[in-house]
């Protein structure tokens, strides 16, 4: 049973803009703080952006003030709006609760930001 699924990755010149969303069974979504994580390669997956069921936001400080999380409780659905992309923000993306117990990792969608 499919619970999380990311879209909107691709390829952008340093400096453009992308939209993820992310997709979640109701179960997962519904009252439950959201994050998006990254891995990078060769690097451990990090939090950059959460959101809590009443849409508080937090985000990790490389991302402050570019990166935007939202969310739409109707469709179960988290979106991060990423602008001024930098290199140094290609990595595959994903979505899970903020909090354990995290449900199964989705594929992920793969953000690559040439110089």
């Known amino acids: 049973q499919v619970q999380l699924v990311e879209s909107g990755g691709g390829l952008v010149q340093a400096g453009g803009s992308l939209r993820l969303s992310c997709a979640a069974s109701?179960?997962?979504?519904?009252?439950?703080?959201m994050g998006w994580y990254r891995q990078a390669p060769g690097k451990q997956r990090e939090l950059v952006a959460a959101?809590?069921?009443?849409?508080?936001?937090n985000y990790a400080d490389s991302v402050k003030g570019r990166f935007t999380i939202s969310r739409d409780n109707a469709k179960n659905t988290v979106y991060l709006q990423m602008n001024s992309l930098k290199p140094e923000d290609t990595a595959v993306y994903y979505c899970?609760?903020?909090?354990?117990?995290?449900?199964?990792w989705g594929q992920g969608t793969r953000v690559i930001v040439s110089a």
């Open positions: 899970n609760r903020r909090y354990s117990p995290f449900v199964s």
């Open positions: 109701g179960s997962i979504f519904r009252f439950n703080a």
């Open positions: 959101i809590t069921s009443d849409a508080s936001k």
